[in-house]
């Protein structure tokens, strides 16, 4: 999913950086302080399990979930990555999903588990 969004936000010169679980902590740690500190950088696409421990992200305002988790406190844990202390803003979170897809049905699943 994550390098379908890739190919849109290079087309449209939008600047990003990415966090997934193949990256180097290193790299993890620069892709995140780019975010933080460089104002072209608007946004940051991330895997859900990538992104669920561990970050401070309070520079995000806006979390958009592509790909839900059967758990939904996996995808908890990711969006309180910018629910931490320091955040000034509000922080939106959305969740896009199609109707009769894989998705839809995740996101069923998670209401079942939270019953």
Not at 21 to 47: H, N, Q, Y
Request: aromatic residues 4%; charged residues 25%.
């Amino acid at each position: 999913m994550l390098d379908l969004l890739e190919i849109s936000l290079n087309q449209s010169c939008i600047q990003y950086r990415r966090l997934d679980g193949r990256m180097s902590l290193a790299s993890r740690d620069r892709a995140v302080k780019d975010f933080t500190a460089d104002p072209e950088v608007t946004v940051m696409i991330m895997s859900l399990k990538a992104g669920n421990l561990g970050l401070n992200m309070v520079a995000a305002c806006h979390i958009i979930l592509l790909d839900p988790w059967w758990n939904p406190t996996t995808e908890d844990q990711a969006i309180d990555r910018a629910h931490r202390i320091g955040q000034t803003r509000p922080v939106t979170v959305s969740r896009l999903t199609a109707k009769d897809t894989v998705e839809d049905r995740i996101l069923a699943l998670q209401v079942s588990f939270c019953s």
